[in-house]
């Protein structure tokens, strides 16, 4: 059988490998029969290059990678390409599913933990910062630009505002200038992380003291998407195969 084999950036962050254990262990729930593997990166251990070799040692013939990553910004497009070249392994079939995002059910997910730090729609003193990491690869922008228009023009606040905490404009106290700017007299931020690290950090401490909601984690919605990705693969894989 196919395995699925998570891969994540990796943080120095403990809490960053410890929700993605606990986000994989929702996906197993989900479907016991399938063996699902961790793995990251960098900074976090094990590396997707160790896992796939071990996997192969073991006599696993086939494999989906599926990248836990919210946006096909440079570790999609590079970093997670890179590593299953590196390893090296013609015997095992490899297949690459699509990232995570973007996702209606991430979003869900996303406004639930925005719902758990006490913000729900229909608001209109309450203005909402949509927070994500950030990329030099503008189309992973502005797809979370994208998600926070139309949080705008549903939700009933003052308004929504994309924010990253690297690399990308605009920045979270400019974000949150202009809901000010909008009328808007309290501010939250939803988290377009899928879990605790330094970025997440920054964005609470630019945050200051507005409601802010935690990554997304080790949701059920976010775990059917880890699926969702992982079946698409597989058969683009049984077919390439046929």
Do not use: C, Q, Y
Request: charged content about 20%.
């Amino acid at each position: 059988m196919t395995a699925l084999v998570a891969v994540a950036h990796g943080s120095r962050d403990p809490r960053s490998a410890a929700t993605v254990h606990a986000l994989l262990e929702v996906v197993r729930g989900l479907r016991p029969s399938l063996e699902v593997r961790a793995s990251f990166l960098d900074l976090s251990a094990p590396r997707l290059g160790d896992v796939l070799r071990a996997m192969h040692g073991e006599g696993h013939r086939s494999a989906v990678v599926v990248p836990l990553l919210l946006g096909k910004a440079f570790h999609a497009r590079v970093d997670v390409p890179g590593a299953v070249a590196e390893a090296r392994l013609p015997s095992l079939d490899v297949t690459i599913a699509d990232v995570l995002g973007p996702d209606p059910r991430l979003e869900s997910a996303a406004l639930r933990r925005l719902a758990a730090a006490g913000v729900t729609s229909g608001d209109p003193s309450v203005g909402v910062v949509l927070a994500g990491a950030g990329s030099s690869h503008a189309p992973a922008n502005a797809a979370v630009a994208s998600i926070a228009r139309r949080w705008a023009a549903d939700s009933g606040w003052a308004g929504v505002e994309a924010a990253f905490a690297s690399t990308a404009s605009p920045d979270v106290p400019t974000a949150v200038a202009r809901l000010r700017d909008r009328g808007a007299r309290r501010i939250a931020v939803a988290s377009w992380f899928l879990a605790p690290g330094l970025l997440p950090d920054r964005v609470a401490d630019l945050a200051g003291d507005a409601a802010t909601a935690a990554p997304l984690g080790a949701d059920p919605e976010v775990a059917e998407v880890v699926l969702h990705r992982f079946d698409a693969a597989a058969d683009v894989r049984a077919t390439r195969s046929a």
